[in-house]
């Protein structure tokens, strides 16, 4: 135990409560299942830095706001445990690399993506309907 911790106590992980039925993408044959699904539902990647405050505030926000419910697919990436991953997802969909990064895939393309307190569900839910 630091000094730190027996001062401050220890930090312990916040249990975000969520509405959303998140899919844990972790493997790069995921972005074709994700690309074959996008034809008839919309699909989010929420990309995620677990080491990043702002990342962890941007994803907090999301979630409490979030109410698209099952019509989207919601998959949750962490970035720094799937690199080669997020990496892929930048190729495959064209976008620029962020982090925290929310990327909307409708007919197998990105149509919309944001960074940082750019991440906002209400526009989501108005660039889907």
Known sequence: MSIFNSIFGESKPISIPTTI?????????QIEEIIALSEQMPVIIFKHSTRCSISR???????????????????FLDL??????????????NVVHQSPQLVLIVGGKSVYNVSHSSIDAQELKSKIQ
Do not use: T
């Open 57 to 75: 505030m941007a994803l907090k926000n999301f979630e409490s706001e979030y109410d698209l419910g099952e019509s989207v697919a919601a998959y």
């Open 21 to 29: 039925n998140w899919i844990p993408m972790q493997d790069l044959g």
């Open 80 to 93: 720094i445990s799937f690199r080669e991953v997020s990496n892929e997802v930048a190729s495959r969909f």
